[in-house]
């Protein structure tokens, strides 16, 4: 067992290493002047690739991994067909240039990576003993492997002459003069390692496909759960703070870089700040939901994204900062930066808050027989329609706060998105109604 256990520790790190070295760092590639190595594409364009493709993928995932893997293949087996064409495809991506290019095999990768989030969570889920303690500590190690990925490339490939230091970023040296142009790396060493990947599945444990199947249109009775003021309250709420969550993914890299001088070469590394504080927030989230109940947590999931929003804004009303670095060319904090990067801490309040605990909420009212159905649904509307309206919206912000297109006013557009994210905290404080009040503080401890 302690081997298993192991095997799924190291798929985790895998799986969301070869997300986490691409994802914090893509936009501000995409945007960035082609004069300074990127490709040049607006921020509505940027909307369109990161907002758009994961919601192919978010949308497909439910039929791909429960309607076709579960049926007829083993899970490790078509795990491994899909990170090996998923490499394939992100390699190819590295190559191109053009939006149209960029769009469809952006979207082509989100159809073949999205299922194998949900297909490494159900073989895991397969081969735990007590899934209610190990499983955190077999997801963790994903978040881990984010963390890593974001941080080693940078390291070693954007940056020379490296030296250690109390302050994180810990390991600093000079930027390479084409860093910019050099983040393209990151896909070719993403499709490279999901490559590897796929050769590791066949080290899992065999997870065979269910027999019987699962129904035909196995979400259909979970749409009903609309019917149900808290869970319609819900969706209501969780859909804003989707859209203006994945525009977080967008735009914090140009934010970063423009408004606060942030070397690219740092980008990656101060996103897992947030990362860091979520892995803190999720130890103590049943502490929060037993004192607080789900209406209070996901409320204050819900003013964090206000508070990170508006702190951003706050700082962004200052000139934009040149690049952070000292005479010799090395990294060195500013206070705008550095309250820029260490804010990212409500980062970990915000996911942890708001959706790790909606999905719990969800898993606790829906009936026994459609739970599974249940959390797709919530899935869909959440991973799909959420992204796909962050898309438009962007393009929205850039055409409001931008020039050519390009978000400039980084404090309108953090301003915005902390009204909505303000506007929804007061959604679910006063038209949330918590169904489950009480049931967890009557179980067992």
């Known amino acids: 067992m302690s081997s298993i256990k192991s095997r799924l520790g190291m798929m985790m790190f895998l799986q969301y290493a070869v997300w986490g070295i691409w994802l914090p760092v893509l936009a501000t590639y995409l945007q960035s002047p082609v004069a300074g190595g990127g490709l040049g594409f607006t921020s509505g364009q940027v909307g369109w690739i990161i907002g758009i493709a994961a919601s192919a993928g978010a949308i497909s995932a439910p039929f791909i991994a429960g309607q076709f893997a579960d049926r007829y293949f083993s899970t490790e087996k078509f795990l491994a ?80 002459n490296l030296e250690f230091q109390i302050l994180p970023p810990f390991f600093v040296g000079n ?6 142009a050099r983040l393209a790396d990151t896909l070719k060493v993403s499709g490279a390692l999901s490559i590897l990947y796929a050769g590791y599945c066949f080290l899992l444990p065999n997870t065979p496909p269910k027999k019987e199947g699962v129904e035909k249109l196995a979400f259909k009775k979970a749409f009903s759960l609309l019917s149900n003021r808290s869970f319609a309250v819900l969706v209501a709420a969780s859909l804003p703070i989707a859209v203006i969550h994945q525009v977080y993914f967008m735009q914090t890299g140009p934010f970063f870089e423009n408004q606060l001088g942030l070397l690219v070469t740092y980008i990656a590394p101060a996103m897992t700040v947030g990362q860091f504080a979520e892995i803190g927030v999720m130890a103590f989230l049943g502490v929060f939901l037993l004192k607080l109940g789900f209406r209070w947590t996901i409320t204050i999931g819900a003013l964090a994204y206000f508070a990170r929003y508006a702190i951003w804004g706050l ?22 930066l550095m309250i820029g990067v260490f804010s990212q801490v409500l980062h970990g309040v915000c996911y942890a808050c708001f959706f790790a605990s909606a999905y719990m909420y969800v898993d606790r009212i829906a009936e026994e027989d459609i739970r599974n159905s249940a959390q797709t649904v919530f899935g869909i509307i959440i991973l799909g329609l959420g992204p796909m309206l962050a898309g438009p919206f962007l393009g929205i912000l850039g055409a409001v706060f931008g020039e050519a297109g390009v ?39």
């Open 407 to 445: 978000v400039t006013n980084f404090a309108g557009m953090w301003f915005t998105l902390s009204v909505i994210a303000l506007l929804t905290a007061a959604l679910v404080a006063f038209a949330f109604e918590d169904e489950t009040e009480g049931e967890l503080a009557a179980q067992p401890a």
């Open 81 to 160: 067909v899909l990170l090996l064409f998923g490499g394939i495809v992100k390699i190819t991506l590295s190559f191109q240039e053009t939006f149209n290019a960029w769009l469809m095999l952006s979207i082509v990768y989100s159809v073949l990576y999205m299922p194998t989030l949900s297909l490494t969570n159900s073989m895991a889920f397969a081969h735990l003993k007590n899934a209610d303690s190990e499983w955190p500590r077999i997801r963790v190690m994903g978040t881990f492997g984010w963390i890593a990925a974001s941080w080693l490339i940078p390291m070693i490939w954007l940056q020379t």
């Open 315 to 336: 700082i962004s009303m200052q000139e934009p900062s040149g690049p952070s670095v000292d005479a010799a060319g090395q990294f060195v904090w500013t206070g705008p």
């Open 175 to 180: 930027e390479v003069p084409d860093a910019t």
